[in-house]
């Protein structure tokens, strides 16, 4: 039997169970302490897909986006937190997805995603007002505005997808204002669309105040692309979106050919500790004969050890 256990363990190779995913919202500070994570769920932000709008498949372009967080989602119930000029801190992303137009109808049009990256700030709010996310409506210097500073504690690679995104135009619908959240503080008309899109990403980074496990990966979902702008307020008089001031083409939103398409958005983010691949079934096969080669081998030997003892 100890035998048999043995060759059993050898062909199987067990893999110890993952350890849990641990996040402190706020890092060194002493507010919180890391808890099991499961996801982010990010506020109302906004996109902007670069240079795009009417351009024929094969067409490269890039994606922006930028979201502040509003809910850690645990493993024992869901974290709210303060937002917008609420403080003490504000945790944001900024997110660039290099793309092409894969497929496009006059009102239908999918997107391929070659890569890109996430990168994820802690900011404690201690410097001017203009680095709060809640300022959409200035510049402030920094190199991905408002939303990209303060501490790194994440940054992921994107990893390629052949369909990474949708966008479906309202047929037979006229322009509308796009800025519809309080008042117009763009003054420019758009087309009305929705669309969504999804990606994982490699973690490359991640401060170990934060993320005191290394080893993770995430999926990320923009779970809308959508004009008008109705439910957050958007980038504009002089405002950027990531590094990038919106490009309408001198028209509305999405008529333009060439110029960027600028959408409300919306996301989450899904987290899981990155685990060893489990050896594949032709190793596990090599293992298994390896293993009864060397029972037989030793069984054939002790066999042959009693023989000999007899014949003497």
């Known amino acids: 039997m100890k035998k048999i256990a043995s060759l059993t363990s050898l062909a199987l190779f067990p893999l110890a169970a993952p350890a849990a995913l641990l ?11 890391p808890r099991e994570l499961r996801a982010f769920d990010w506020a109302v932000g906004e996109s902007l897909a670069q240079g795009v709008v009417l351009e024929p498949p094969g067409t ?24 917008g000029s609420d403080g003490p801190f504000e945790i944001t992303t900024v997110i660039t997805i ?6 496009r109808t006059d009102t239908f049009i999918v997107y391929t995603f070659l890569g890109g990256d996430v990168d994820i700030y802690y900011d404690d709010l201690s410097g001017p007002a203009s680095d709060n ?16 500073n303060g501490e790194l504690i994440l940054s992921a690679e994107i990893q390629p997808m052949l369909i990474g995104a949708n966008f479906t135009r309202s047929p037979d619908v006229g322009l509308e204002t796009l800025d519809q959240f309080g008042a117009d503080d763009l003054g420019v008309d758009t087309i009305l669309g929705f669309g969504a899109a999804n990606f994982t990403g490699e973690v490359d980074f991640s401060n170990p105040a934060w993320f005191p496990d290394e080893d993770a990966d995430l999926t990320m979902t923009i779970t809308t692309f959508e004009t008008p702008f109705a439910s957050s307020e958007p980038s504009g008089n002089g405002g950027i979106v990531v590094d990038r001031a919106p490009d309408y083409g001198g028209g509305p939103n999405g008529v333009i050919q060439g110029s960027d ?6 996301a989450n983010t899904d987290f899981r500790e ?7 079934p032709l190793v596990l096969l090599a293992a298994g004969l390896l293993g009864l080669f060397l029972w ?12 000999n003892r007899v014949n003497a």
Do not use: C, M, W
Not at 23 to 33: A, C, K, Q, R, S
Not at 133 to 148: E, K, R, S
């Open 23 to 33: 996040f402190d919202i706020d890092g060194p500070g002493d507010l919180y302490e």
């Open 60 to 83: 490269p372009f890039r994606t922006l986006a930028q979201f502040e967080l509003s809910d850690v989602l645990f493993s024992d119930g869901t974290e709210p937190l303060p937002i």
């Open 98 to 103: 290099d793309s092409v137009v894969q497929a």
């Open 133 to 148: 996310a809640d300022n959409l409506n200035t510049n402030n210097g920094n190199l991905f505005g408002a939303f990209g």
């Open 261 to 266: 398409f600028h959408s409300e958005s919306d």
């Open 274 to 280: 990155r685990q060893i691949p489990e050896p594949k």
């Open 296 to 307: 037989k081998r030793n069984h054939g030997n002790n066999n042959k050890t009693r023989r």
